[in-house]
């Protein structure tokens, strides 16, 4: 309650520079509030995200130097993210665990490249939201740029390019599924032969 009396101020100037200046304003202050130290800035920026993001669940951990680009993102109940991760428009599910250094961003096109007369940064691209399911783990520098389902365990520095699998543990630059969490599930067992099955990374 007294990290939101605290942090008040900043959430009503949030609000009013984004009404002015659009989502520009909204990436400024998230600038602002992830260099508040210790505790006390833990319990500052929850404060401060709990009012202008679209969802901050209670107990999440927002650390040091963590950014967010989107005002519509969503962190789940007791969602740890930690240091210097870096997250677009995306969902955070109840109880993740995001190591620090970590990069969730919307997809891998977002820049099209496809035209050589055109600059890279004028050429349309897409934007999916990216989700990360509940009780998962990314590892330190991991960079997510598709969907991750429940109870799963992504590897430090990996690079994930495509949906992971509920209970999935994958690792690798692409991120590849090296195992499962409880065993592997009896449908991807029946058919072996199909990649999508047996990976799902490709």
Not at 43 to 61: H, K
Not at 164 to 179: N, T, Y
């Amino acid at each position: 309650m007294l990290a939101g009396v605290v942090i008040a101020p900043c959430v009503a100037l949030c609000w009013l520079g984004q009404r002015m200046l659009g989502p520009r304003a909204f990436a400024g202050w998230s600038q602002a509030v992830s260099l508040l130290p210790g505790v006390a800035g833990e319990y500052l920026r929850r404060a401060f995200y709990r009012r202008v993001l679209a969802d901050c669940g209670p107990g999440s951990v927002i650390s040091f130097g963590t950014l967010f680009s989107h005002p519509t993102a969503q962190i789940g109940a007791r969602a740890y993210l930690g240091p210097f991760c870096v997250l677009g428009d995306v969902t955070v599910g109840d109880d993740c665990l995001i190591g620090s250094h970590v990069s969730i961003a919307n997809g891998s096109r977002q820049h099209g490249i496809d035209r050589l007369d055109v600059p890279i940064r004028e050429q349309p691209g897409v934007w999916p939201r990216i989700t990360i399911g509940p009780d998962t783990w990314i590892g330190d520098r991991a960079v997510v740029l598709a969907d991750v389902g429940s109870q799963c365990v992504v590897g430090a520095g990996a690079v994930v390019t495509r949906p992971v699998p509920d209970r999935a543990i994958v690792a690798g630059v692409p991120a590849r599924i090296i195992g499962w969490r409880g065993g592997e599930p009896a449908n991807l067992a029946e058919d072996v032969t199909n990649p999508a099955q047996t990976c799902g990374l490709g």
